[in-house]
């Protein structure tokens, strides 16, 4: 794959900047659940958490910050063979909020002109929501495709709104390879479905959806949700490891080892105008003090953002009122770094989520109302 024509429409399609320049990204990921599928039971797996591939990068292909001095002011315990989220913060996301240690991660990061990328995964928001492009995508109207992203949202909220009924639905229906025979069946299963749960939306937007999946039975085909293999929600997060290295061509990307990883990307070959690419490393996190500070933002933003899939709109006003200095301070520090690596690129951020994380995150980190 040359990757020249992808990277320049992501480019050209979402304004990111300063994709040409040189920099040097370190990797970690925390819920990695391999692979997704249905089973007569639910789904494979008992947690859905977001899944997160993230870490710290700086400009250029090195730098003098001393982590030595970091790790010395992190007092960790001298039977640590490494560094490790559990040595700096424990808990759900707020209780991480209280660690002094993760202020000082996060400070010393913006001191020493560190900044911070993420790709943030919600795995079930990810896995059903072809069934509305499926739709849109074979209608063409342009109110549809206009509002596709809140469409969308909502049609995530009623899933989960009664996710065991849906997805033994689906599991029925041996999606996402729906039989071309049984698309009207499902059709009209997802009509009912939705008619049914819509209740929780506003008028407008129950109205938006149910006339939107009443359409589906005028399409012949659903071409998202054919053809592929049945039950399988998500085969690999290899396409996810991916992104960067095309986008961020020039620069250096350093991965903590995963093996299964390791192997599919080696075996998926990347050329820059037919030259093949060779921008990445695997190394033993032992190594690498900057990959053991990627494996603490990482976990630490993997419970954030599982905590804005999960809280209500109400409980995280009030959390974020009942905040203390010290909460407010890490959280402040979390905005800080966010806001100068925005700044760099908003290439660094990645983001598939329902229309109700962002919001939320929107008004926890930046103040924007809900």
Same mark, same amino acid.
């Given at each position: 794959?040359?990757?020249?024509?992808?990277?320049?429409?992501?480019?050209?399609?979402?304004?990111?900047?300063?994709?040409?320049?040189?920099?040097?990204?370190?990797?970690?990921?925390?819920?990695?659940?391999?692979?997704?599928?249905?089973?007569?039971?639910?789904?494979?797996?008992?947690?859905?958490?977001?899944?997160?591939?993230? =870490?710290?990068?700086?400009?250029?292909?090195?730098?003098?910050?001393?982590?030595?001095?970091?790790?010395?002011?992190?007092?960790?315990?001298?039977?640590? $063979?490494?560094?490790?989220?559990?040595?700096?913060?424990?808990?759900?996301?707020?209780?991480?909020?209280?660690?002094?240690?993760?202020?000082?991660?996060?400070?010393?990061?913006?001191?020493?002109?560190?900044?911070?990328?993420?790709?943030?995964?919600?795995?079930?928001?990810?896995?059903?929501?072809?069934?509305?492009?499926?739709?849109?995508?074979?209608?063409?109207?342009?109110?549809?495709?206009?509002?596709?992203?809140?469409?969308?949202?909502?049609?995530?909220?009623?899933?989960?709104?009664?996710?065991?009924?849906?997805?033994?639905?689906?599991?029925?229906?041996?999606?996402?390879?729906?039989?071309?025979?049984?698309?009207?069946?499902?059709?009209?299963?997802?009509?009912?479905?939705?008619?049914?749960?819509?209740?929780?939306?506003?008028?407008? $937007?129950?109205?938006?959806?149910?006339?939107?999946?009443?359409?589906?039975?005028?399409?012949?085909?659903?071409?998202?949700?054919?053809?592929?293999?049945?039950?399988?929600?998500? =085969?690999?997060?290899?396409?996810?490891?991916?992104?960067?290295?095309?986008?961020?061509?020039?620069?250096?990307?350093?991965?903590?080892?995963?093996?299964?990883?390791?192997?599919?990307?080696?075996?998926?070959?990347?050329?820059?105008?037919?030259?093949?690419?060779?921008?990445?490393?695997?190394?033993?996190?032992?190594?690498?003090?900057?990959?053991?500070?990627?494996?603490?933002?990482?976990?630490?933003?993997?419970?954030?953002?599982?905590?804005?899939?999960?809280?209500?709109?109400?409980?995280?006003?009030?959390?974020?009122?009942?905040?203390?200095?010290?909460?407010?301070?890490?959280?402040?520090?979390?905005?800080?770094?966010?806001?100068?690596?925005?700044?760099?690129?908003?290439?660094?951020?990645?983001?598939?989520?329902?229309?109700?994380?962002?919001?939320?995150?929107?008004?926890?980190?930046?103040?924007?109302?809900?």
């Amino acid at each position: 794959m040359d990757v020249n024509e992808s990277r320049y429409i992501l480019i050209q399609n979402h304004g990111l900047q300063n994709t040409d320049d040189v920099y040097t990204f370190y990797y970690d990921e925390t819920n990695n659940i391999r692979k997704l599928y249905l089973k007569d039971t639910g789904l494979n797996v008992g947690m859905t958490d977001n899944f997160l591939l993230a =870490g710290i990068l700086h400009k250029g292909l090195s730098t003098d910050s001393d982590y030595s001095a970091l790790f010395k002011n992190l007092n960790l315990q001298k039977s640590a $063979r490494e560094l490790k989220l559990k040595h700096i913060a424990k808990g759900d996301f707020l209780d991480m909020l209280k660690s002094d240690k993760l202020f000082i991660i996060l400070s010393w990061l913006i001191e020493n002109k560190f900044y911070i990328h993420y790709f943030n995964l919600n795995i079930i928001y990810w896995s059903v929501i072809d069934i509305i492009d499926s739709i849109i995508g074979e209608l063409h109207h342009p109110f549809y495709v206009m509002n596709h992203m809140s469409i969308k949202s909502d049609f995530y909220e009623l899933a989960n709104s009664n996710s065991d009924v849906f997805l033994n639905a689906l599991h029925e229906f041996n999606y996402p390879d729906v039989p071309k025979e049984k698309v009207h069946n499902f059709c009209r299963w997802l009509i009912d479905f939705t008619c049914i749960h819509s209740c929780m939306l506003s008028n407008f $937007r129950a109205n938006v959806i149910e006339n939107l999946v009443k359409e589906s039975l005028r399409i012949e085909e659903l071409p998202f949700i054919s053809g592929f293999h049945g039950r399988e929600l998500i =085969g690999s997060f290899m396409v996810f490891y991916l992104r960067n290295l095309y986008l961020f061509k020039n620069s250096i990307h350093i991965f903590d080892e995963e093996k299964c990883i390791q192997d599919d990307v080696k075996d998926f070959s990347l050329t820059d105008n037919g030259i093949p690419m060779q921008n990445h490393e695997f190394v033993k996190s032992h190594n690498s003090e900057a990959v053991q500070l990627s494996d603490v933002i990482t976990g630490f933003l993997g419970k954030y953002f599982s905590y804005l899939k999960d809280v209500s709109d109400e409980q995280l006003v009030r959390d974020k009122a009942g905040l203390t200095s010290t909460q407010f301070k890490t959280l402040s520090a979390l905005k800080h770094i966010i806001d100068v690596s925005d700044d760099v690129s908003r290439g660094f951020f990645n983001v598939v989520s329902s229309e109700g994380e962002q919001r939320r995150n929107n008004h926890f980190l930046h103040g924007v109302n809900l």
